[in-house]
């Protein structure tokens, strides 16, 4: 059997890591009518359950994932980690790095854009915003594709549409088209819903259980350095030059035709780069899952089990809140810099690039530290709470007069408010699995648009009727609410106990039809996993 799956695995083109486990199949595997394997998972003697009877077995779990014996296996499932998986990762990172320049490349130059197309300043507002309304009533329809038609066609389209918005943008170059900018702007956000969703899905079906948080990290990393080459880009390719229409649109058209060209050659490489799965799973929490085909699959019902999870619900707002207050501060950053610093516009983007970069650096660390400690609950709410501070800091010395502290306090806000992005998703795939991470991670996405959405208009009109003080503490009040729900989280780990062999009860599956009826040929994992993370 080994050299017959290293032959299939060569045939495929698919060289394998040296993390690879190998298992021969075993006599006593118990396997039901409908052809899945049930097991108990407690540690101590295996009980193998068919059509709700336990049989007892001679083996016992060990806790080391090495170890793990799942679905009826006296030996862990065979794992795979192949090469491919650090492609697939860096050619998401990289369009959905154009996908977020393009979402702030207006906001950062606000009033050079104000004074081409000639309007006013909520107007280009509402190109930022678009991508959060945009984005609320298509997660959906664009987490039941993912979790209908898979990884690969959710991907190539995110990529295509990005492409075609960006096309589109080269031809508003002009300034009595600002509809037509808009509308190209809309498709962006279209393409954003098949992106956000992503991360935690690429990272759960081809990265193993002790990169899979990194992985994650990265893979968000790859749209925070979208928004952070937005802050950086747009003011020195298109510089502030009054009374030259001309040379404005000239500037403009040079950054859209730049834009258009790296998504075209990103949605390429996704077509030829992207499969939908590994031939073999990396993880034993990938490969107890059962094999089931698209028509058994109850997207209704993974909607309701989610929303049947309190801890999920908390995690839901608290994740709103943060991110859709840094979604504000990123649309109306330029404003705040200008009522303080007049002139200043490339210093107002260099602020954004710190903003962002700082927590570039803070998600990686922190997938880092997940994947060593898998302390989601304690690293989530001191993040949380050190980003509450950070924004105290720079709601007070914003209007101080010196713009290297700004660039300070900017960092600190950034590390931990941008640095909670991914941490938020890995600890939903955790209380929630094993529902399907695409789908946990697009209500989550879904919240922080909500809230990004009312915020940023609400504190842009705080910002403009009074100062950015105002519009700023009525930040700070909501991230203090958000730390207090996210300390009322009840921390499962739930992949991570499948992963170690670590349950208190048994994975077992659940029809689409009803929760209560005997496995049929359609099934969904109904899992009650309550190991509890160790404190820090």
């Not at 369009?95 to 300043?121: C, E, G, K, P, R």
């Not at 002009?174 to 498709?187: E, K």
Request: aromatic letters at 12%.
């Amino acid at each position: 059997m080994v050299a017959s799956n290293i032959q299939e695995h060569q045939q495929h083109g698919c060289k394998p890591d040296e993390n690879h486990m190998t298992t021969t199949p075993d006599e006593n595997n118990v396997i039901a009518p409908n052809g899945n394997q049930y097991m108990n998972l407690t540690p101590g003697p295996v009980q193998v359950t068919v059509d709700g009877n336990s049989i007892a077995a001679e083996h016992e779990i060990s806790p080391d994932e090495n170890h793990t014996m799942l679905l009826g296996q006296p030996k862990p499932l065979e794992t795979k980690l192949y090469r491919r998986r650090f492609a697939v990762l860096i050619v998401f990172s990289l369009y959905s790095l154009v996908n977020a320049f393009q979402w702030i490349q207006y906001s950062i130059i606000t009033n050079i854009f104000m004074d081409y197309y000639n309007v006013t300043s909520d107007k280009i507002d509402w190109l930022s915003v678009v991508y959060m309304i945009v984005y609320v009533p298509l997660i959906f329809p664009a987490t039941w594709l993912l979790d209908k038609k898979g990884l690969k066609i959710t991907a190539v389209l995110g990529a295509g549409l990005n492409c075609f918005g960006a096309w589109i943008k080269c031809a508003s170059v002009r300034p009595d088209l600002f509809g037509v900018t808009m509308f190209a702007q809309t498709i962006c956000s279209v393409a954003q819903v098949f992106i956000l969703g992503l991360p935690s899905r690429i990272a759960s079906v081809w990265f193993g259980p002790k990169e899979v948080s990194t992985a994650c990290a990265i893979a968000v990393l790859g749209n925070q350095l979208g928004t952070a080459i937005g802050f950086l880009l747009p003011p020195v390719l298109v510089p502030y030059t009054k009374n030259n229409i001309d040379l404005i649109g000239s500037n403009i058209s040079i950054m859209f035709y730049g834009t258009a060209v790296a998504s075209t050659l990103l949605f390429v490489l996704t077509v030829i780069v992207f499969k939908e799965k590994p031939l073999l799973p990396p993880s034993q929490a990938q490969a107890v899952l059962p094999e089931s085909s698209p028509e058994d699959y109850s997207y209704k019902q993974s909607i309701i089990n989610l929303f049947k999870n309190f801890s999920f619900l908390l995690l839901l707002v608290s994740y709103g809140i943060l991110t859709g207050s840094f979604y504000s501060v990123s649309t109306l950053l330029n404003q705040m810099i200008m009522v303080h610093y007049e002139g200043e516009e490339v210093n107002a983007g260099r602020i954004g690039l710190t903003l962002v970069v700082a927590g570039m650096v803070g998600s990686i660390i922190c997938g880092f530290w997940l994947d060593y400690t898998k302390t989601y609950k304690g690293t989530t709410l001191i993040v949380y709470l050190l980003s509450f501070i950070g924004i105290i800091i720079f709601t007070f010395t914003l209007e101080l007069g010196y713009l290297i502290l700004v660039f300070v306090t900017a960092g600190i806000l950034g590390f931990f408010m941008t640095g909670y992005l991914p941490l938020g998703f890995e600890f939903g795939v955790e209380i929630t699995y094993p529902v399907p991470e695409g789908t946990s991670s697009g209500l989550l996405n879904a919240s922080a648009q909500v809230f990004g959405i009312i915020f940023t208009l609400i504190q842009g009109k705080l910002t403009t009727d009074y100062n950015p003080l105002a519009g700023n503490i009525f930040l700070c009040v909501w991230i203090f609410i958000g730390v207090i729900l996210t300390a009322l989280i009840k921390s499962e780990l739930k992949r991570h106990n499948v992963n170690m062999g670590i349950t208190n009860n048994a994975v077992e599956a659940v029809p689409v039809e009803s929760p209560s009826e005997p496995p049929t040929s359609g099934t969904l994992l109904k899992s009650a996993l309550v190991s509890h993370e160790t404190s820090m």
